[in-house]
């Protein structure tokens, strides 16, 4: 099996002693279980605990691994005694549920596994709450051999991190290929389309920017959900092209709006996968010379998990960024991990406060104080903060006492081709 982003990863923080993957153990356990006949279902589960190798500088390597292997012990329990599992690399594991009832069986599973995580771990006198994702694959469903198997479970994991949901089962393996090939051509022809979101000043309720967000209606399948699109996007190593994309495509658009509104902001989505790639930043300089856009108009949104992920090679393309005098927004803030230590050193102008603390702002009081604090966090940064997923004007009657400055949301306006912002603003104007 060729190794992948996921099996490949070792632990940087234990040399020498990295762990062994047994991935030929695997493809043979699971070449032995996939019955001939596809009488009755093999699952191969995979397991990722998250931010496990950061853990492991922060803890020691003796303590890690007493974490780890309390880890194994726990999802072994949760196991039938005929599923076997096997370590895979850091924390991860991989296993094998040969002769299920049926496919859903699997699904079930690993919920279970996920139910390990909820206690936390108790190791070298800490309390570690530790957080898991899972990605399934079911035989003879998503794949008839095992590389095929792996494959498929990857991608499911994969896109269960990239979706936050905690386990995902494989979706059908040809539709998935299909789509994108369809993608791949759309994004070469030029054929999706941006569709603005204004950003409102919460006090003035007032328009002072819009953010692009890609929008796909495809001429076979109809309109295609970009939590679908984007999520295959950043699977299939398309990410940097559907970026670059919506970074010009975008700035076409804006160039037309400002043509009416010249000060008017614009936010764009820079995917955690496009976001390191070397030359995103001539892109997006040369974009923005290309369409005379004024650089303090651009707010480049990027998301708190892709600039963790390597915070020295993040500050330093941010700072390139600033000095050309285009803004950053760090989005769904709240939702990932977040540093404090790391906020400090890049030079961001917005707090996107993630929309699910939003949703939540009415129903729960301790939300509610969280978005004020951090507000107030942002504010204290010199940034603005701003709340997504206003839904209702009580929402955003609250997210504006708590300090936000600018708000987005269905109950503003829903993201909308360009004619029609332009539209709303010039209605808005009374001109
Ligand atoms: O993660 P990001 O902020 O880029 O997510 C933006 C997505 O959220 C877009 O697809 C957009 O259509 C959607 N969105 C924008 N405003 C709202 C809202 O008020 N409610 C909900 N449920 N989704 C919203
Ligand atoms: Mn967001």
Same mark, same amino acid.
């Given at each position: 099996?060729?190794?992948?982003?996921?099996?490949?990863? /070792? @632990?940087? @923080?234990?040399?020498?002693?990295?762990?062994?993957?047994?991935?030929?153990?695997?493809? *043979?356990?699971?070449?032995?279980? #996939?019955?001939?006949?596809? /009488?009755?279902?093999?699952?191969?589960?995979?397991?990722?605990?998250?931010? &496990?190798?950061?853990?492991?500088?922060?803890?020691?390597?003796?303590?890690?691994?007493?974490?780890?292997? +309390?880890?194994?012990?726990?999802?072994?329990?949760?196991?039938?005694?005929?599923?076997?599992?096997?370590?895979?690399?850091?924390?991860?594991?991989?296993?094998?549920?040969?002769?299920?009832?049926?496919?859903?069986?699997?699904?079930?599973?690993?919920?279970?596994?996920?139910?390990?995580?909820?206690?936390?771990?108790?190791?070298? $006198?800490?309390?570690? =709450?530790?957080?898991?994702?899972?990605?399934?694959?079911?035989?003879?469903?998503?794949? +008839?051999?095992?590389?095929?198997? !792996?494959?498929?479970?990857?991608?499911?994991?994969?896109?269960?991190?990239?979706?936050?949901?905690?386990?995902?089962?494989? /979706?059908?393996?040809?539709?998935?290929?299909?789509?994108?090939?369809?993608?791949?051509?759309?994004?070469?022809?030029?054929?999706?389309?941006?569709?603005?979101?204004?950003?409102?000043?919460?006090?003035?309720?007032?328009?002072?920017?819009?953010?692009?967000?890609?929008?796909?209606? @495809?001429?076979?399948?109809? &309109?295609?959900?970009?939590?679908?699109?984007?999520?295959?996007? +950043?699977?299939?190593?398309?990410?940097?092209?559907?970026?670059?994309?919506?970074?010009?495509?975008?700035?076409?658009?804006?160039?037309?709006?400002?043509?009416?509104?010249?000060?008017?902001? @614009?936010? %764009?989505?820079?995917?955690?996968?496009?976001?390191?790639?070397?030359?995103?930043?001539?892109?997006?300089?040369?974009?923005?010379?290309?369409?005379?856009?004024?650089?303090?108009?651009?707010?480049?949104?990027?998301?708190?998990?892709?600039?963790? *992920?390597?915070?020295?090679?993040?500050?330093?393309?941010?700072?390139?960024?600033?000095?050309?005098?285009?803004?950053?927004? %760090?989005?769904?803030? $709240?939702? $990932?991990?977040?540093?404090?230590?790391?906020?400090?050193?890049?030079?961001?102008?917005?707090? =996107? #406060?993630?929309?699910?603390?939003?949703?939540?702002?009415?129903?729960?009081?301790?939300?509610?104080?969280?978005?004020?604090?951090?507000?107030?966090?942002?504010?204290?940064?010199?940034?603005?903060?701003?709340?997504? $997923? %206003?839904?209702?004007?009580?929402?955003?009657?609250?997210?504006?006492?708590?300090? !936000?400055?600018?708000?987005?949301?269905?109950?503003?306006?829903?993201?909308?081709?360009?004619?029609?912002?332009? *539209?709303?603003?010039?209605?808005?104007?009374?001109?």
């Amino acid at each position: 099996m060729a190794p992948s982003a996921w099996t490949s990863a /070792s @632990c940087t @923080c234990e040399p020498g002693r990295a762990r062994v993957l047994n991935l030929d153990a695997l493809v *043979e356990r699971l070449a032995g279980a #996939i019955p001939p006949d596809g /009488s009755r279902p093999t699952a191969v589960v995979l397991v990722r605990t998250e931010r &496990f190798h950061q853990l492991c500088g922060f803890l020691g390597y003796a303590v890690a691994e007493s974490l780890r292997q +309390e880890v194994e012990q726990r999802l072994r329990r949760a196991l039938r005694p005929a599923d076997w599992m096997t370590g895979v690399g850091n924390c991860d594991f991989a296993a094998v549920l040969p002769g299920l009832m049926s496919a859903s069986h699997a699904g079930l599973a690993a919920q279970r596994l996920l139910r390990e995580y909820e206690q936390p771990v108790e190791v070298g $006198g800490r309390t570690i =709450k530790l957080a898991a994702h899972i990605g399934v694959a079911v035989a003879p469903q998503h794949g +008839e051999d095992p590389a095929q198997l !792996c494959q498929a479970a990857e991608r499911a994991l994969a896109e269960a991190r990239a979706l936050e949901q905690g386990f995902l089962v494989a /979706s059908d393996g040809e539709d998935e290929a299909a789509l994108f090939e369809d993608l791949r051509e759309a994004l070469r022809d030029n054929r999706l389309a941006v569709h603005f979101q204004p950003i409102y000043e919460l006090h003035g309720r007032s328009i002072v920017g819009v953010e692009s967000l890609a929008r796909w209606q @495809c001429p076979k399948r109809g &309109f295609v959900s970009p939590d679908r699109f984007i999520s295959l996007a +950043e699977q299939t190593g398309l990410a940097g092209e559907l970026t670059r994309w919506s970074v010009h495509a975008t700035l076409r658009e804006h160039a037309r709006l400002r043509e009416r509104i010249p000060g008017l902001g @614009c936010s %764009i989505n820079l995917s955690p996968k496009a976001f390191p790639q070397p030359g995103l930043v001539e892109h997006v300089l040369d974009a923005v010379k290309l369409w005379g856009t004024p650089p303090e108009t651009v707010t480049l949104k990027v998301t708190e998990t892709a600039v963790m *992920e390597d915070p020295r090679v993040s500050a330093r393309i941010l700072e390139r960024f600033d000095q050309a005098g285009m803004g950053i927004a %760090i989005d769904d803030f $709240g939702k $990932g991990y977040s540093s404090f230590a790391y906020l400090k050193q890049f030079p961001a102008r917005e707090l =996107k #406060i993630d929309q699910s603390f939003v949703f939540d702002v009415l129903s729960d009081p301790r939300t509610a104080r969280l978005i004020g604090s951090m507000a107030e966090l942002a504010h204290h940064l010199g940034m603005e903060a701003v709340a997504e $997923g %206003i839904e209702t004007e009580e929402a955003l009657e609250a997210v504006r006492r708590l300090g !936000c400055d600018r708000g987005q949301g269905y109950h503003l306006a829903r993201p909308m081709p360009p004619d029609q912002v332009l *539209e709303l603003i010039v209605r808005q104007e009374g001109g």
